[in-house]
């Protein structure tokens, strides 16, 4: 009976997926045209011969740098494996380390071809970008120490540390109505209410609570996750652009039928 329930729970985990990646691309192949960007077309790409990739550069473990200075990371691996298949070789890509508020900007003003650096696809970003196919979907879960937290119901009416201002809180509100909310201005500072016993849990988003726990092994995140969000490649809208989207998308949907997407989000340990 146990094995039954947990196929039962992997077929619904994948279908859920599986309709939520449908979804967003019936969504996004009508995202529009209408704003002039700058970045380079596929033929100019292909002239030159390497890509140009915005990444992140300190978000374990989509991407950060290794004890050497070296980029790696999920993402990073994205980005390299892109220019395998858009220029022939996955060395053929120069990546471009941006802060959060840059991540959209450096598409618009040439600065890359396309970004990949955690960003969430939402409708009101769509009217100055568009996002590829996604490649990972990623949500709010929870992370703890308490041994005596298995499950979200035990947090039920317990302390749980969340960014001020931030959209985790509604969703924390509506699935823990009865728990005691406690506002924080950073991670460092989540950790400090959870290590001096100020709050139980410490709700964000998946990626990056993911390189938490690779950094403080004694946390471990809690299996249920509060919602979906998209991840996807940032690309420029114009019609000139087009061949660009469209290898990306068919890329990543390639990537996604392999299943090395999901072996290397395993292997970064992203849930």
Not at 12 to 33: E, M, N, Q, Y
Not at 60 to 67: H, M, N, W
Not at 216 to 241: F, W
């Amino acid at each position: 009976m146990h094995n039954r329930c947990n196929r039962w729970q992997v077929i619904t985990r994948l279908h859920l997926v599986l309709s939520a990646t449908l979804f967003w691309i019936c969504c996004f192949s009508i995202v529009g045209i209408g704003f002039t960007a700058s970045a380079a077309e596929m033929s100019e790409i292909q002239q030159r011969g390497y890509l140009t990739v915005a990444v992140k550069d300190n978000l374990r473990p989509l991407g950060f740098k290794d004890a050497s200075g070296n980029l790696q990371g999920f993402e990073i691996d994205l980005a390299q494996r892109l220019a395998l298949d858009l220029v022939g070789k996955a060395d053929a890509v120069k990546l471009k380390p941006v802060a959060n508020r840059d991540r959209l900007s450096v598409v618009l003003d040439k600065k890359v071809d396309f970004a990949i650096a955690r960003v969430t696809a939402t409708e009101s970003r769509s009217r100055i970008v568009s996002f590829s196919v996604p490649y990972y979907l990623d949500g709010t879960v929870l992370v703890t120490k308490d041994a005596s937290v298995q499950q979200l119901s035990d947090l039920t009416k317990q302390k749980i540390a969340v960014l001020n201002n931030s959209s985790t809180i509604a969703k924390v509100r509506f699935y823990l109505p009865n728990a005691e909310l406690v506002g924080v201005n950073s991670y460092d500072e989540a950790r400090e209410q959870i290590e001096s016993n100020a709050a139980f849990a410490f709700a964000a988003d998946a990626t990056v609570l993911s390189g938490w726990v690779q950094q403080y092994p004694q946390y471990r995140l809690l299996p249920t996750k509060l919602s979906t969000e998209p991840l996807s490649v940032v690309t420029p809208k114009g019609l000139q652009y087009d061949e660009l989207r469209r290898n990306v998308n068919l890329a990543i949907a390639r990537y996604l039928e392999q299943g090395w997407l999901q072996q290397r989000s395993q292997y970064w340990g992203l849930p």
